[in-house]
């Protein structure tokens, strides 16, 4: 009772807030900053308590980025004092980077190495999971370069430091000297394919390689899958550990996420204003868009061509979805959407398998989020890409998110490596964390939709779905 009153007040808070600013804003009624200012830290007041109230994190997240972004508003300078925290948070978030992709893709190769028994299920599922990601990565790269919501950001008040820059290799800098300048790009495009692998893969996990460290996973998953049972199994046990006290590693980082977000939010507002909030949001509306568009132009005319029944499958996974919404996490709703696909009528064994592989292989939301993400941070930094430059950080992304977890704002630890990988501004990405609670919420409904989704899938393809259930259910 307690928790609901509560609720309803901060419900009636927030909707007074909102028509005063509109009100002011529209020019309809003149409101003195002074009583704009009370209403804000009065609507701070009411937050804080809903949120200790509610002992929810995704609570205080939200409520951390609306303070930081009432305290870069009153308190400018302030706010600017922050900074040093949300950039301790993607400091945090980068320690995750080589140990977590290590240990989910070589558990996700070698875990699932006897392959000749799941035989056809096994390539048919690899194959729906890249052509299901890559359109949600086209889809993406689309949108972005639509909306253009990161032009016209003005980063030069964001940070004293400057952009950082890709590294210049001198040796290839004199080979190309001998090299016609109209075939440049064939030993560009091939000194990218040498610099994917590793040399030593301390190094590629302390410089946060991305790549490198996915190659040598992979590499090492493919050997580790080669090696007879009673060898491979301590190894395997071993990454299957790893990646789970990543997990904890990762959920423990974000009890710090409120306070990362925060901070970030006042810092950017402190030092750019509100109106880098107008790019923020359309960044946040792009994604929403972009996920709509992803849900009826792929997921959808996949369903109906497979006859799957939308309204029914909309009424199996609405659980499992309002679970991933509500958490932002696809591991909190994994449990409710196995039980879900099996009384749908996809066999027990195609659910075990399709399901948690679709976790590390088939994010369809969280790939969609990374291309759009990615290309936004350039955007705001002033960074021109031509369309081949955008295609090599698409097929980047095509591989790295593949090692993402299906956690809560896990997509960060790839977005951040790739844009060290390709030389842009990770400061950028601090304003990202104002809002990223927000996309994290739709993205991770979608993973789920499109993991559910390709249950039905493998199962109509194997032959194996059952329509009884299906009626039944």
């Given at each position: ?52 109230v ?72 690899m ?70 692998f ?42 299957e ?11 423990l ?6 306070i ?15 109106d ?15 996920l ?114 299906a ?14 990988q ?6 950028i ?29 493998i ?15």
């Amino acid at each position: 009772m307690k928790k609901s009153r509560i609720g309803f007040i901060t419900l009636i808070a927030v909707t007074i807030a909102i028509i005063i600013t509109l009100l002011k804003e529209f020019g309809l009624v003149a409101v003195p900053e002074q009583m704009m200012m009370a209403t804000r830290w009065v609507l701070a007041i009411i937050l804080v308590v809903h949120a200790f109230v509610k002992k929810n994190l995704t609570t205080w997240i939200l409520t951390c980025m609306l303070l930081g972004i009432f305290l870069g508003v009153d308190f400018p300078g302030l706010a600017i004092a922050f900074q040093p925290l949300s950039k301790g948070f993607i400091k945090l978030v980068k320690t995750i980077v080589g140990p977590i992709l290590f240990a989910t893709l070589v558990y996700g190769i070698a875990g699932h190495s006897d392959l000749k028994q799941v035989g056809r299920m096994a390539w048919k599922s690899m194959l729906y999971f890249y052509c299901a990601t890559t359109m949600a990565l086209f889809i993406g790269l689309a949108a972005i370069n639509l909306s253009k919501a990161g032009v016209g950001v003005d980063v030069s008040k964001m940070a004293h430091e400057e952009l950082p820059k890709a590294p210049v290799n001198t040796a290839d800098v004199k080979l190309l000297e001998h090299i016609p300048d109209s075939v440049h790009w064939v030993y560009k495009t091939f000194s990218f394919f040498r610099d994917i692998f590793p040399e030593n893969i301390v190094k590629a996990v302390y410089e946060a390689q991305v790549l490198q460290i996915v190659i040598f996973a992979v590499l090492f998953g493919i050997g580790l899958a080669m090696v007879e049972e009673k060898k491979r199994k301590p190894l395997v046990d071993f990454c299957e550990s790893l990646s789970e006290t990543m997990f904890k590693f990762t959920n423990l980082i974000m009890y710090f996420a409120p306070i990362g977000v925060g901070a970030a939010m006042a810092y950017t507002v402190g030092h750019m204003g509100v109106d880098i909030l107008k790019h923020l949001f359309m960044l946040v509306a792009t994604l929403y868009l972009a996920l709509i568009a992803f849900l009826l132009l792929v997921l959808l005319p996949v369903a109906l061509y497979l006859k799957i029944p939308v309204l029914k499958f909309i009424n199996a996974v609405k659980e499992p979805v309002s679970i991933a919404f509500a958490t932002t996490s696809s591991d909190a709703a994994l449990p409710k959407a196995m039980s879900a696909m099996e009384k749908f009528g996809v066999p027990r064994k195609i659910v075990s398998f399709v399901i948690p592989t679709g976790y590390s292989f088939n994010l369809d939301g969280t790939t969609l989020y990374l291309s759009l993400a990615s290309i936004f941070v350039a955007q705001a930094a002033g960074m021109h890409l031509s369309f081949g430059q955008q295609l090599i950080i698409v097929f980047t992304l095509m591989i790295t998110s593949k090692g993402v977890a299906a956690i809560p704002r896990a997509s960060l630890i790839i977005l951040i490596a790739t844009a060290d990988q390709f030389g842009l501004p990770t400061y950028i990405i601090a304003a990202i964390l104002g809002v990223d609670e927000l996309m994290d919420m739709a993205r991770t409904s979608v993973n789920v939709i499109g993991n559910c989704l390709a249950t039905v899938v493998i199962a109509k393809w194997e032959g194996e779905f059952d329509e009884e259930a299906l009626n039944a259910a």
